[in-house]
């Protein structure tokens, strides 16, 4: 069952409900959402339900319907992200698991690995102990392959992920391992579920062969009543009539889990159909159908594979499948896990505000707008789903956020593919020379009509956005709900809030969907935008002297400047003639007045670096033939 607690429970209230639930033999687990907290309480025990709502700090008791209970949508209605080491996996971010069948020798799992993390991987798979159909086939290293798989993901920077088939190794692997993988043919294997659970680490489980998709959230309702929270799922495919492939690759099971369960769910291309070529386009539909990334086998030398060398990629075949994701995520609003970001402790360090109640010692991350806006979003997708975030009511406050130290970073907008540039961000940076941008994010807007749970859009009288928003949704409005008045709202996160506080069913807001999420509020429509090319390009700033230790290591692809020009003619020309002549590749070029020169204007570039040219030359060859230069920042480039 379900135990809502009150918004205002102390925490001895919280313990008694606790311990009055295990008393009578449930096992119980908190969940903190957005809205309210929960405790889970499940087990084989059964209780009066009124008997736990009448204890002081409840609000109500839901039964869960489902058999499975801990992995039900109905207890955590939030997606759960499994950390595994820094790698998030869960949610909107695609995370990509790579290496081969096996791990066949220490030389061979080291240039695997190499290869696979340039390409983009963020885990290294292997397997050590091998369930091979055949007791005549290779069956693994073992112990010792574990060693050299933990080797190769020290060496690159991967945690590991790896196949247990005993019960009898779980003790030994813990030492070497980040994730556990339960194999399709130990799916239902309850000891070897157990013995796993116990220990509390992520799991991989696989879905068995010829398992119904309840039995499958069943076995990861096994682990979880077992003692772990780290779940992650595993579509591999099943075992039907159809012999083209090896197994059919049974995509709906994404969209199904992902509504019945808040656990992740990956997909394994390679297991699915057994063949190298078809390995590709699966995952491309994987990701597509909402999966939170894929578990792929990469083999150096297919050919000479002690295990499954038919259907293992090529590296360069893995890098072409790699690009192809990056391609494809932003236009499904998903966000490529890549190397996770380190926030260097001194930059922690140096946000430590007194006067701020916000804790020293956290990533903290300032951004424009109400919770739920597509600026959180960005921010989420640039740093992680968990960092902490500040809501700012306008740019002014968010870049002073940053530049006391109240936040570390701040994810700011400069510009929509199809509204152009936000101006007042550009106006703010020149102002504030002491931040630097250290890095740039893409997101697609994607609008929804969002009201009330259960309203019919034919009683909506009244929609509620920031002018851009209806702008860009003005022909669902017109065609959809021609009767609904449209009417302005500063913030599109800000609008849902505005409607749910209202409490009238006949208004309505357009906004992102974490809006609706933050709120409790339910998505009437989805996608209402009339062009679906709708992206936001995003700043990440922070202070001057936190900048070089954030991009320390990272590839320094990108730069932004200003400049001013004298007024003469060909100003702007010679500087233009710079950047052509050393092969700078102009991405965007914007002018804004200067207050108080009517007439006189700055110019702001953001352009790609190639690889051959000595920046800070070219910066200063700029800087003489300009007025007023200034180098914002050298970064990754974000965008595709
Ligand atoms: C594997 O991933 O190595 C494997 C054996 O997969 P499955 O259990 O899905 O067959
Ligand atoms: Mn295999």
């Known amino acids: 069952m379900i135990v809502i607690l009150k918004n205002g429970i102390t925490k001895e209230e919280k313990d008694k409900v606790a311990s009055t639930l295990k008393g009578y033999g449930f096992i119980v687990k908190e969940i903190v959402g957005e809205n309210d907290t929960v405790l889970g309480a499940v087990g084989s025990s059964h209780v009066d339900p009124r008997i736990i709502e009448l204890l002081p700090g409840v609000s109500s008791v839901v039964p869960i319907s489902k058999p499975y209970k801990l992995a039900s949508r109905e207890l955590k209605k939030d997606d759960t992200i499994v950390k595994v080491g820094r790698v998030s996996i869960g949610g909107n971010r695609v995370c990509v698991m790579a290496g081969p069948c096996a791990v066949e020798s220490y030389d061979q799992i080291m240039a695997i690995a190499e ?56 003790e030994m692997m813990i030492q070497y391992i980040d994730m556990f993988q339960i194999g399709a043919r130990n799916m239902q294997n309850f000891e070897l579920l157990k013995a796993v659970g116990k220990t509390g680490m992520p799991v991989l489980l696989k879905r068995g062969m010829s398992a119904t998709i309840e039995e499958w959230l069943m076995a990861a309702e096994y682990l979880m009543s077992s003692g772990t929270d780290k779940v992650v799922l595993c579509e591999r495919g099943i075992r039907t009539y159809e012999r083209a492939t090896r197994n059919t690759l049974d995509v709906s099971a994404v969209p199904v889990v992902r509504k019945l369960s808040h656990l992740p769910i990956i997909g394994d291309p390679s297991h699915a159909t057994g063949i190298r070529d078809m390995v590709s386009p699966m995952s491309l539909s994987l990701i597509a159908a909402g999966a939170s990334g894929i578990e792929v086998e990469v083999h150096n030398n297919p050919e000479k594979a002690c295990s499954d060398g038919p259907q293992s990629l090529y590296p360069q075949q893995f890098e072409k499948l790699m690009r192809d994701i990056e391609a494809l995520c932003p236009v499904i609003g998903k966000t490529l896990e890549k190397t996770p970001r380190i926030i260097p402790e001194s930059i922690k360090e140096a946000s430590v505000d007194l006067s701020s109640p916000l804790e020293g010692r956290e990533t903290v991350v300032a ?108 022909e669902f409005l017109e065609r959809e709900m021609p009767w609904a008045e449209a009417i302005p709202f500063f913030d599109t996160a800000g609008a849902v809030g505005f409607v749910k506080n209202n409490g009238d069913k006949s208004i309505a807001a357009i906004a992102g969907s974490p809006a609706a999420l933050y709120h409790g509020m339910e998505i009437l429509r989805q996608g209402i935008e009339t062009n679906p090319s709708n992206y936001t390009r995003f700043y990440v700033l922070t202070r001057e002297e936190n900048a070089e230790e954030f991009i320390k290591g990272r590839k320094k692809e990108k730069a932004s400047f200003l400049f001013n020009v004298s007024d003469e003619p060909g100003a702007l020309m010679k500087v233009l003639e710079i950047l052509y002549q050393r092969g700078l590749n102009m991405q965007k070029l914007e002018s804004r007045p200067i207050p108080g020169k009517p007439w006189e204007y700055t110019f702001y570039v953001d352009a790609l670096i190639p690889a051959s040219i000595d920046f800070d030359e070219t910066c200063k060859e700029i800087a003489a033939s300009s007025v007023g230069f200034r180098l914002l920042g050298v970064y990754e480039n974000g965008i595709l």
């Open 367 to 474: 951004f424009q707008g109400e919770r739920g806006a597509f600026s959180e979003l960005a921010t989420r997708r640039f740093f992680n789903e968990d960092v902490k975030v500040l809501a700012c009511h306008f740019f002014k406050d968010a870049f002073d956020a940053i530049a006391s130290g109240k936040a570390n970073f701040g994810v700011i907008p400069v510009e929509n593919a199809l509204g152009g540039a936000v101006y007042d961000p550009l106006d703010l940076i020149k102002t504030h020379s002491e931040l630097k941008v250290v890095g740039e994010t893409e997101i697609r807007v994607v609008h929804n009509l969002i009201g009330f749970p259960g309203t019919d859009i034919k009683d909506i009288k009244k929609v509620y956005s920031h002018p851009q928003a209806i702008a860009q949704c003005k």
């Open 115 to 170: 290869k696979v993390r340039e390409a983009g991987a963020v885990m290294l798979r292997g397997g050590a102990f091998k369930p091979r159909t055949s007791p005549y086939s290779f069956q693994g290293l073992g112990e010792e392959g574990l060693k050299y798989l933990q080797a190769a993901g020290k060496a690159f920077d991967m945690p590991i992920v790896t196949e247990v088939v005993s019960p009898l190794d779980v």
